[in-house]
């Protein structure tokens, strides 16, 4: 009796564990639109960095520095997706947005939201030492199909500050705990400004797994992600991250798409992608 209890045992797990949602993560910081970006500027590289988001049928994907324009050719070329994020300026449109996109045919969005990375995360406003304003965008999804309940946010970390990214790891692990605690499982992605040895990192792994160190395969392409269109040294720092709930991800795959078009780069970062299983 034991041996067929065990079999079943068996079986129903590996029924459960083949059946568990998959889905992509992308996070890509865009590259701003900025006119003195030459022959890398926005309008020459868009419609790569499009080809690319779209060859790799993301579920959820997480943008920093999207200006509106920028914002408004994603949102009219990805029809099958709906957006999350405002601009971190002025809570509205003006700067840079953090912006999440989602498939609408596979989740409801429940609700959604952003803050800022400051002692007043409410409204606009500068934190610490930061030299901008910064935000982090986040959205809680149902899958429909089964009904997993998930929490991603999004964000980009100041470029100056070493206090305002210690402190902003600390504020989104404060947020991510309160936003979740109805059953959400967490994703975080974004430009974090700081690579794997860092205080911040290092606080974010308290509570999450990034997902290159999890995969359960070998990750495919450089490990680096800023390559400043190309003028960056190697090796390449890696600053662009996807985090994962401890003990509710699996990653089957990492990858970071250093893909060019001649000298065309479809960014100043490599956008990275996970394959992830809930558990």
Request: with cysteine.
């Amino acid at each position: 009796m034991k041996y067929y209890t065990s079999i079943l045992l068996f079986l129903l797990f590996s029924t459960l564990n083949s059946t568990a949602q998959s889905y992509t993560v992308m996070t890509f910081n865009l590259r701003y639109n900025n006119p003195s970006d030459g022959n890398q500027q926005w309008d020459k590289r868009k419609e790569f960095t499009l080809d690319i988001i779209k060859d790799h049928q993301c579920d959820l994907l997480g943008i920093q520095e999207g200006l509106l324009d920028q914002v408004r050719f994603l949102d009219m070329a990805l029809p099958d997706y709906n957006r999350e994020g405002i601009g971190r300026t002025d809570g509205i449109d003006k700067g840079e947005f953090a912006a999440i996109y989602f498939k609408a045919d596979k989740f409801n969005k429940i609700e959604g939201g952003t803050f800022w990375l400051s002692e007043n995360p409410d409204k606009p406003t500068m934190g610490w030492d930061a030299a901008v304003i910064r935000i982090c965008t986040w959205v809680k999804l149902q899958d429909k199909a089964t009904g997993e309940k998930i929490l991603f946010m999004n964000t980009h970390f100041d470029h100056i500050g070493e206090t305002a990214r210690l402190e902003s790891a600390k504020l989104i692990i404060q947020k991510s705990k309160l936003l979740s605690k109805d059953g959400y499982s967490v994703i975080i992605t974004g430009d974090f400004n700081s690579t794997s040895e860092t205080e911040p990192i290092k606080e974010l792994l308290r509570d999450f797994n990034d997902s290159r160190s999890a995969c359960s395969s070998k990750p495919e392409g450089p490990e680096g992600t800023f390559q400043d269109f190309g003028r960056s040294t190697e090796p390449l720092e890696r600053i662009d991250f996807i985090f994962l709930e401890k003990g509710k991800w699996q990653v089957t795959n990492y990858s970071t798409d250093d893909r060019k078009k001649g000298e065309l780069f479809s960014s100043d970062h490599y956008p990275v992608v996970a394959k992830i299983k809930a558990l």
